[in-house]
């Protein structure tokens, strides 16, 4: 299982994502982010940001896909260090 990390822009879009997705994710962690003030004293808009966990893939995000390409830079880096030492005896 992985747990990844997820913006919202408000309230209501998290709250949106919830009733879609709740049964498929376990929410660690929901936290309120407000941005700075303004340089004319407007208030920051203020997002959510949760922290949750899912054993499918559906609601992985984009770390998801890097964690995947591990195995396969790893494959690569064995057999190229296996086609080295092959070389290096043939010297």
Same mark, same amino acid.
């Given at each position: &299982?992985?747990?990844? %990390?997820?913006?919202?822009? $408000? ?8 009733? *879609?997705?709740?049964?498929?994710? $376990?929410?660690?962690?929901v936290n309120? =982010?407000?941005?700075?003030? $303004?340089?004319? #004293? &407007? @208030?920051?808009? %203020?997002?959510?940001? =949760? @922290?949750?966990?899912?054993? #499918?893939? &559906?609601l992985t995000? *984009?770390?998801?896909?890097?964690? !995947?390409? &591990?195995?396969?830079?790893?494959? !690569? !880096?064995? #057999?190229?260090? =296996?086609?080295? =030492?092959?070389?290096?005896g043939m010297?």
């Open positions: &299982m992985g747990v990844y %990390r997820k913006a919202f822009e $408000t309230e209501d879009d998290y709250e949106a994502w919830a009733r *879609r997705y709740g049964d498929q994710v $376990t929410v660690l962690a309120s =982010v407000e941005a700075p003030p $303004t340089r004319s #004293g &407007m @208030t920051g808009r %203020r997002s959510v940001m =949760v @922290t949750y966990q899912v054993s #499918g893939r &559906m995000g *984009r770390e998801d896909s890097r964690q !995947a390409s &591990m195995p396969a830079l790893a494959a !690569a !880096a064995v #057999g190229i260090i =296996v086609l080295l =030492v092959l070389l290096y010297i």
